[in-house]
């Protein structure tokens, strides 16, 4: 089945500087692929998504980059702030079953 | 507006308590789901409806039980809960199955005692 790897786990910046995450999935007929940002106490917020046929997105401070064919997708966010400190989880979906498949999670901390 | 809300959200139950947990949109979505988080670990998935029929059961312990009375609503019946279900019950709901946005709701906080 499906597997999603997310890397770093935990992350610390600057604010003003920028965070990067990388995911890796392992079923290549995945086309669908969102980025959520949880906050502590809330639920999972889709801030980000990108569809397979389709190489970069960009919305204001984020962007989110996929290559198909290392099987790799990233977000990125420039000149971060403090309340972009979450929880941020990828995800991959392949089928018509509506099923995401999330990676472990990157614990992002921006530094004032 | 893309909001799911959930109630309640916070739950303290028995081991031998039934209780319900409920969640609701109104973005006209025809998929919906049922999702567990614990603490530091990613939301796993536990039912999906499609135009409120059961699409999906990842082997959720039949204590669970899933209702979808309309395409608005959709509910998650406890029984007879054991300490280690203690988590967040997360709700979402998209367009339809096939590669659509997924939207959740704030969750419930569900303490088993």
């Known amino acids: 089945g499906e597997n999603v790897e997310q890397h770093p786990s935990t992350l610390s910046v600057q604010e003003g500087d920028s965070a990067v995450i990388k995911c890796t999935y392992s079923d290549s007929a995945s086309n669908y692929f969102p980025w959520y940002k949880q906050e502590l106490g809330k639920g999972p917020q889709l801030i980000i998504d990108?569809?397979?046929?389709?190489g970069e997105k960009k919305d204001q401070r984020i962007a989110v980059t996929l290559n198909k064919t290392a099987k790799h997708f990233s977000l990125h966010i420039t000149e971060t702030q403090p309340e972009d400190s979450a929880v941020y989880f990828c995800?991959?979906?392949?089928?018509?079953?509506?099923?995401?498949?999330f990676g472990q999670g990157t614990t992002l901390q921006v530094k004032p | 507006d893309t909001e799911v809300t959930q109630t309640p959200k916070h739950l303290v139950m028995g081991m031998t308590n039934k209780k319900s947990l409920k969640c609701e949109q109104h973005?006209?979505?025809?998929?919906m789901y049922w999702y567990k988080q614990k603490a530091k670990k990613p939301p796993e998935l536990m039912f999906v409806y499609s135009y409120e029929k059961l699409s999906i059961n990842e082997s959720v312990p039949s204590r669970f039980s899933p209702e979808c009375p309309n395409s608005s609503l959709l509910n998650l019946h406890l029984h007879a809960l054991q300490p280690e279900d203690s988590a967040l019950y997360l709700c979402a709901s998209s367009l339809g199955l096939s590669s659509y946005e997924q939207y959740f709701g704030p969750g419930t906080r569900l303490t088993v005692t």
């Open positions: 973005m006209g979505h025809r998929a």
């Open positions: 995800a991959a979906s392949s089928s018509n079953t509506g099923k995401l498949i």
């Open positions: 990108i569809r397979s046929n389709v």
